[in-house]
C-alpha cells in the first residue's frame, strides 16, 4: 500500500509538471473573448503558482474531488459516478469471457502441443497478441455492421424503462465485450499454455502417470491447478487495465 501511494504521488507529480511546462492551457480549446478565458483561468485557480495548484488539487483528491470538467462543465466525481457502473459491467464481461476462452485454450495448447487444434488456437492467439487491440475492435465493428448480426451504434437509455434498457443490453454489450475480451484471452492463453509446459514437467505429474492416471486427466485436473499460480498473479494487472 505504501507503495502504491508513492506511485500514485509521483506519477501525479509528473502529469503535474509535464501539464505545466507545456505551452497554454486547457481552457485554450474554448476561445472565444480573451477576457472570459482569464477570467475562467482565474476561476479554476490556473493562474496560481505550480505547488499552489498541486497542493490544492492533492487536497481535494484525496477526498474523491475532482473539480469541474471544462468540456462537460459539470463535476468530474458525477462523471465519474454516472459511468462507473457501465464500466464495472463491461470489464467484469469481457473478463468472464478471457478467463472461460483463454484458460482451457492455454491448457489444450500446452497439454498436447502437436495436434491440429492446438497449433490452430496457438497462431490465433499469437495473432491477436500481435493485432493491436483497437484493429480487433474497428474489424469487429466493420463485421457487425457488414452483416447485421450484431448492433454496432450506441443506445440512447434516456426515456426508457428497466425492461428496455435491459434487452438492449443483451443486444449491445456482446460486440465490445468480445472486442475488449479476445485480446485478454489471447494474453492469458499465452501465459497458461506456458505454465502448463512448465507443469507437465514436474516430478509430482511424472509421479501420477507412472501411477496409472491417464494424461487427460493429470492435463485437466492435476496441472490445470498447479499451473494457476503465475495466470492468477497477472489478472491483478489485467483486471486494473480492464476497469482503467
Known amino acids: 500500500m505504501l507503495h502504491a501511494v508513492l506511485l500514485v504521488l509521483t506519477v501525479s507529480s509528473a502529469a503535474m509538471v509535464l501539464v505545466h511546462l507545456a505551452p497554454g492551457d486547457s481552457l485554450l480549446e474554448i476561445g472565444g473573448d480573451p477576457a472570459v478565458a ?18 490544492s488539487w492533492l487536497r481535494r483528491a484525496a477526498v474523491l474531488d475532482f473539480g469541474e470538467s471544462v468540456r462537460f462543465r459539470r463535476p468530474v466525481r458525477t462523471l465519474l459516478r454516472e459511468r462507473i457502473p457501465n464500466t464495472i459491467l ?3 464481461l469481457a473478463l468472464l469471457l478471457a478467463i472461460a476462452l483463454g484458460v482451457p485454450a492455454g491448457v489444450v495448447t500446452g497439454g498436447a502441443p502437436r495436434h491440429w487444434w492446438a ?28 452483416t447485421g ?15 428496455e434498457v435491459a434487452a438492449a443490453g443483451l443486444r449491445y454489450l456482446p460486440l465490445p465485450v468480445i472486442a475488449l475480451g479476445l485480446p485478454i484471452a489471447a494474453s492469458i492463453e499465452r501465459l497458461q ?15 501420477a502417470r507412472a501411477r496409472g492416471i491417464s494424461l487427460q486427466r493429470a492435463t485437466w485436473v492435476h496441472a490445470l491447478r498447479l499451473s494457476l499460480t503465475p495466470v492468477l498473479g497477472v489478472m491483478g494487472i489485467v483486471i486494473g487495465t480492464v476497469l482503467s
Request: some cysteine; glycine content about 8%.
Open 119 to 146: 497449433r490452430t488456437l496457438a497462431a490465433a492467439s499469437l495473432l491477436l497478441v500481435a493485432t493491436p487491440p483497437l484493429v480487433t475492435a474497428l474489424t469487429l465493428l466493420l463485421l457487425a455492421a457488414l
Open 90 to 92: 463491461l470489464g467484469s
Open 193 to 207: 499454455s506456458a505454465a502448463i509446459v512448465e507443469v507437465l514437467g514436474e516430478p509430482c505429474l511424472a509421479a
Open 149 to 163: 448480426w450484431l448492433p454496432a451504434g450506441g443506445f440512447d437509455p434516456r426515456g426508457a424503462n428497466l425492461f
Open 38 to 55: 482569464a477570467a475562467e483561468r482565474a476561476r479554476l485557480g490556473l493562474d496560481r503558482p505550480f505547488i499552489a495548484q498541486y497542493s
